[in-house]
C-alpha cells in the first residue's frame, strides 16, 4: 500500500473537458488540478449528467491522483482550495476511494482522530436502538449487531464524514429480472442492500454529529427515527425473492447513495430550519421533476429512466431521455406521486428530515413527520397551477395536519377523500390567480362558455359550487387580473 498526503501549493481549473481514460470517453463540467512542491498532482473531476464515471485511482510512480464527485459540489471545493490555507491532499493506492482534500495533514480515512461513532450512539441508545437490520435470520438493533457489522458501520462512517459513501454501484442491479410486460418489481440483493443501508445511516450519523444542520435527531419521534435508521422503512426482506424488495408502499424510487443525494441539498438547499429545506426542494421538484407518461410496464420504465427496476433517485437528478421520443431530450423524470413521495424520501433523509408516505384513494401523500407537514397528493409541486407563471410560494402547498385531518381523517368518507387529493394548488389558485387559470378562462369567454359549463368551474367543481365561487367574486377577479395584464391576447 502506498499512502501520500502533501500540501495543495498550486491548482488549476478547468472548464468544459472531454478525456479518455482507460479506454473510455468521460465528460466533465468542470476539472481542479492540484499541485505540490515535489510534483505530486491530485485531480477533482466534476463529471456531466451524461458521462460515466471510473473509480478514483492513485499511482505512486506518476505522483497521479484522481477523485469524480458530484458536479454540485464544484462551489465546496472550490471555495475551499480560495479561501482555506493550508490544504493538504490524501491519496491511497489500496483504497483509492478514501482520496480527499482537507485542511489537516491528517485525514479521518487513516489517522486523523475523528468521532467515535460506536461511542456516540453508546450514549445515545434512542437512537442506538432505532438502527434496525432486518435479515433473513430476523430483526437486529444495532446494540446485537455482530463485531463485523459494526465494523462496516464504522467504516461507512469514516466515509460518510469525507462526503463520499460505502455505495459502489449506483444504480445498484436489480436482482429480479424482469420481461417487457412485467409489471415493475424491485428486489435487492444482500450485497448492494446492506451497503445502501449502512450508507445512508452513516450519512444521517455524520450529519448530527457534525453539526452539518441546523437542527438535531436526538428529540425526534419513534416515528422520525424509523424513516432514518429501520432498514424495514427502505426495503422488506423477501424471503421468495431471496432478497431485498422496495414495495409500492416504501415509494416508487430506488435510492442512491447517499452523497449523491446530498450533493444535491448541498447546492444552497439546507436553509435554517426543516421547513424552509422542504420547501427549497419542493422548489426545485417544480422547477425540474415531469409526470412520466404511460404505466408501471417494464418496457415503459425502461423507455424512460433505462432502468429495468423502480426509476433510480441517480437518474432522477441527473435526467433521462425517453427513447422512444428522442426529440423530447433529457427531462428529469418522476413516477408520478408514488415516484415524487420516494424521490422526497431518499433525499431528505440525507440532511437529517424524515419523510413518511401515506395514502389516500390509491394516491401517495408525503408526511414530513417531525413538522407535522404534508402535500395533499405527492404531484403538487409539479401541478399546472403551481408551475405556472407568476409562481405560487412553494412553500405555501404544505398543509397542517389539521387541515390533512379535515381532508383525509377517519371522519371524511372515502368519496371526498378522493375529491381532496392535490386540493391545496386548487385553493392556492383562488389566491393567486395564475397563468394556467386565466387561460382557462379566455377560452371559456372565446367559446361562449357560461359560468357552470366553462373550463374554470370544471376545474372546482369536485371542491365548490358555481355559487360559492360567484361568492368569491372569483370571474370578476380574472377580469380584473386579466385586464391588468393586457387582455387575453397577452397571456
Not at 209 to 234: M, P
Not at 321 to 326: D, G, I, K, R, V
Not at 366 to 386: A, C, I, K, R
Request: charge should be negative; hydrophobic fraction near 40%.
Amino acid at each position: 500500500m502506498a499512502v501520500k498526503s502533501f500540501e495543495i501549493v498550486s491548482y488549476n481549473i478547468s472548464a468544459s473537458r472531454s478525456i479518455t481514460l482507460e479506454g473510455g470517453t468521460y465528460r466533465f463540467y468542470a476539472l481542479i488540478e492540484c499541485r505540490g512542491a515535489a510534483g505530486d498532482r491530485l485531480v477533482i473531476y466534476f463529471p456531466t449528467s451524461d458521462s460515466p464515471i471510473p473509480a478514483n485511482v492513485y499511482n505512486p510512480a506518476t505522483q497521479w491522483a484522481t477523485i469524480f464527485v458530484p458536479a454540485r459540489l464544484y462551489n465546496w471545493y472550490r471555495d475551499l482550495l480560495l479561501n482555506e490555507k493550508p490544504v493538504f491532499a490524501y491519496c491511497n493506492s489500496d483504497k483509492p476511494e478514501w482520496n480527499q482534500i482537507s485542511t489537516g495533514n491528517e485525514f479521518t480515512g487513516e489517522t486523523e482522530p475523528m468521532p467515535d461513532v460506536a461511542a456516540w450512539l453508546a450514549s445515545h441508545p434512542s437512537i442506538s436502538n432505532a438502527i434496525i437490520w432486518e435479515s433473513s435470520g430476523g430483526i437486529q438493533a444495532y446494540p446485537a449487531w455482530s463485531a463485523s457489522m459494526k465494523a462496516d458501520l464504522a467504516n461507512a462512517f469514516k466515509l460518510a464524514w469525507n462526503l463520499t459513501s460505502v455505495v459502489s454501484t449506483d444504480p445498484a442491479p436489480n436482482k429480479r429480472v424482469l420481461a417487457d410486460t412485467d409489471s415493475v418489481v424491485q428486489i435487492l440483493d444482500h450485497g448492494y442492500a446492506w451497503p445502501l443501508f449502512l450508507a445512508h445511516v452513516a450519512q444521517s450519523l455524520a450529519v448530527e454529529i457534525g453539526k452539518r444542520v441546523g437542527w438535531s435527531i436526538t428529540g425526534y419521534s419513534a416515528t422520525g427515527l424509523a424513516q432514518l435508521f429501520d432498514s424495514r422503512e427502505t426495503f422488506r426482506w423477501n424471503g421468495g425473492a431471496a432478497g431485498y424488495e422496495i414495495a409500492f408502499a416504501h415509494g416508487v424510487a430506488l435510492p442512491c447513495a447517499p452523497n449523491i443525494s446530498y450533493s444535491l441539498m448541498f447546492n444552497n438547499m439546507i436553509k435554517a430550519s426543516r421547513f424552509t429545506t422542504i420547501a427549497a426542494l419542493l422548489d426545485w421538484c417544480r422547477s425540474n421533476l415531469r409526470h412520466f407518461m404511460g404505466g408501471w410496464d417494464t418496457a415503459n420504465v425502461y423507455d424512460q429512466w433505462q432502468y429495468r427496476g423502480f426509476p433510480p433517485v441517480l437518474k432522477m437528478i441527473q435526467g433521462t431521455p425517453t427513447l422512444s421520443h428522442p426529440s423530447w431530450g433529457v427531462a428529469n423524470l418522476t413516477g408520478g406521486c408514488w415516484g415524487t413521495t420516494g424521490f422526497l424520501r431518499a433525499v431528505l433523509r440525507t440532511v437529517n428530515i424524515p419523510v413518511r408516505l401515506v395514502t389516500h384513494c390509491g394516491h401517495a401523500q408525503p408526511n414530513f413527520v417531525e413538522d407535522g407537514l404534508y402535500l395533499s397528493h405527492g404531484d403538487d409541486p409539479y401541478n399546472q397551477l403551481t408551475t405556472s407563471i407568476p409562481p405560487m410560494p412553494i412553500s405555501e402547498i404544505l398543509i397542517n395536519q389539521a387541515q390533512f385531518d379535515g381532508w383525509f381523517g377517519g371522519g371524511v368518507s372515502a368519496d371526498n377523500q378522493c375529491k381532496n387529493v392535490g386540493r391545496r394548488p386548487l385553493e392556492l389558485s383562488l389566491v393567486y390567480l395564475p397563468a394556467y387559470l386565466l387561460r382557462a378562462y379566455c377560452r371559456d369567454i372565446t367559446n361562449g362558455k357560461t359560468h357552470a359549463n366553462g373550463e374554470v368551474f370544471d376545474l372546482y367543481k369536485d371542491m365548490y359550487t358555481v355559487a360559492q365561487l360567484e361568492a368569491m367574486n372569483l370571474w370578476g377577479k380574472m377580469d380584473t387580473k386579466i385586464a391588468s395584464l393586457g387582455g387575453c391576447n397577452h397571456l
